[in-house]
C-alpha cells in the first residue's frame, strides 16, 4: 500500500501553491513542503472538504478561518488513511470508482434506447444514481454556466451593500455546514416573486422576491430553503433527469458547445419545472434545522410564505415562487410546527440600515 503522496500545499495566508510530499503515518501526517519545513498534521486536526466524490480532488484543511490546505490527487491517499485504524475511518471516498465510465454507459444507453420506455422506467432512476456522485465541480460548472444563462450580467444588481448584506446573511446560516459547496447568491433585477437554486451552490434571488421580505429573518429563512435545496442535491438531480446523457457527458468532458446547449437546457429546467412534494418538505425541513443552529428566528420561512398566501388565490403572474414552490398552505402549518419546537432563543439579523431601504437597494 503507498504512504507517500504527491500534493499541493498552501499555508492559508498566501495565495501561493507549494509543491510537497505527503507522508501517511499511524497517527498524522508528514508533510515535506518543497524548499520549505517538514509540517506534522495529527489526524485528529485534519478535516476532509472535498474528494468524497469520484473524479474530485481530495482537499484536507487544518486551521480556523484561514486554514492551511492540502490537495492531493491521487484517490489511494484515502484507502491508505483508511487503512490504518479508528483515526483514519472518517476520511470518506471516493464514492465511485468509475464515473466516467457510468456516464459514458449512460450515454451509450440513451443513445441505443428508443421510444419513451427507458425514459418511463430506466432513466429516472439512473439519472438519480448520476446525479449523486456527479462530482461538485461538474455540478459548479453546470450551476455557473445555468445562472449566466437565467441571470446575464446587464441584469444582475450589483450594489455592494446589498450584496454584502445578503453574503452576510449566507455566511451565518453556513457557519456550522459542511464546506463542500460555496454558496453564491445572485441578485437579478427582475419584479417576478422568485428565487432558485442551481447545482453547486449558484443561488438567484429576483428583485420582486427581496422587496417583499419584510425582515432579514424572511430572507435568510428563503435562502436557507434553497441552499438546502443544493445540499440535498435537488437542483441536479431535475436537470440531469430531465436532459440527455450524452449532452451531459459531453458538457463535462469539456466540450465548449456542449457545455452552451447543455447550460440552456439547465437554465430551461431550473426556470420552469417545480420540485416533488418530498423534494420541497426536505428542504423546509433541513433549512429550519439550519436557521434553528444559526440562531436566526425560524419563523421567517412561514412568516414569508404566509404574507403570499392572500395573493396565492387568483395567482397573479408574478407570484412564480409559488409555481416552482407548490403546496404552500401544508408548508406553511408544517414550517410553524417545526419552529415552534426549537429551544434555542434567536438573536436578531442586525444590518447597517432599515430593511425596508436594503430589500429596495437592487433596481433602485
Ligand atoms: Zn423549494
Known amino acids: 500500500m503507498a504512504t507517500v503522496f504527491a500534493a499541493h500545499y498552501l499555508d492559508g495566508q498566501t495565495p501561493v501553491r507549494r509543491r510537497a510530499s505527503v507522508r ?12 520549505g519545513a517538514t509540517l506534522w498534521w495529527p489526524l485528529g486536526a485534519i478535516r476532509q ?6 473524479g474530485e480532488q481530495i482537499r484536507l ?3 480556523g478561518a484561514m486554514p492551511e490546505t492540502l490537495l492531493v490527487d491521487d484517490p ?3 484507502v491508505t488513511l483508511r487503512g490504518i485504524g479508528a483515526a483514519g475511518r472518517r476520511f470518506r471516498g471516493p464514492r465511485r470508482p468509475s464515473l466516467r465510465v457510468l456516464v459514458t454507459a449512460l450515454a451509450a444507453l440513451a443513445v441505443v434506447a428508443v421510444g419513451g420506455a427507458l425514459h418511463v422506467w430506466g ?20 450551476g455557473r454556466a445555468a445562472v449566466a444563462q437565467l441571470a446575464p450580467s446587464e441584469r444582475r444588481c450589483l450594489d455592494p451593500a446589498l450584496q454584502a448584506t445578503v453574503d452576510a446573511i449566507v455566511a451565518r446560516l453556513v457557519v ?7 454558496i453564491r447568491v445572485t441578485i437579478v433585477d427582475h419584479p417576478a416573486v422568485n428565487a432558485f437554486a442551481a447545482p ?3 443561488i438567484v434571488v429576483l428583485r420582486g422576491l427581496l422587496e417583499r421580505t419584510r425582515t432579514p429573518e424572511e430572507l435568510a429563512g428563503v435562502l436557507a430553503h434553497e441552499i438546502q435545496h443544493v445540499y440535498h442535491r435537488h437542483p441536479t438531480r431535475l436537470v440531469v433527469q430531465h436532459t440527455s446523457a450524452g449532452l451531459l457527458a459531453a458538457a463535462v468532458a469539456g466540450d465548449v458547445s456542449a457545455l452552451m446547449a447543455y447550460s440552456l437546457e439547465a437554465a430551461r429546467i431550473l426556470g420552469t419545472l417545480r420540485y416533488s412534494r418530498q423534494y420541497e418538505a426536505e428542504a ?3 433549512g429550519l434545522r439550519m436557521l434553528a443552529t444559526a440562531r436566526v428566528d425560524p419563523r421567517g420561512l412561514s412568516s414569508f410564505l404566509g404574507q403570499l398566501v392572500p395573493a396565492e388565490k387568483g395567482a397573479p403572474p408574478t407570484l412564480a415562487y409559488f409555481a416552482s414552490h407548490p403546496a404552500t398552505a401544508e408548508r406553511i402549518t408544517t414550517l410553524q410546527r417545526l419552529a415552534a419546537e426549537v429551544r434555542d432563543t434567536p438573536t436578531p439579523i442586525v444590518t447597517s440600515r432599515d430593511w425596508k431601504d436594503i430589500a429596495r437597494l437592487c433596481g433602485a
Do not use: K, M, N
Open 284 to 286: 423546509d425541513a433541513a
Open 49 to 54: 472538504t472535498q474528494g468524497i466524490y469520484a
Open 24 to 35: 501517511v503515518a499511524a497517527t498524522g501526517l508528514e508533510i515535506a513542503v518543497e524548499g
Open 76 to 78: 489511494a491517499l484515502l
Open 176 to 182: 456550522r455546514a459542511p464546506d463542500t459547496y460555496r
Open 200 to 202: 453547486g451552490g449558484h
Open 61 to 63: 484543511e487544518r486551521g
Open 123 to 142: 432513466i429516472p432512476a439512473a439519472s438519480s444514481v448520476v446525479a449523486s456522485i456527479l462530482p461538485v465541480s461538474w455540478e459548479d460548472r453546470i
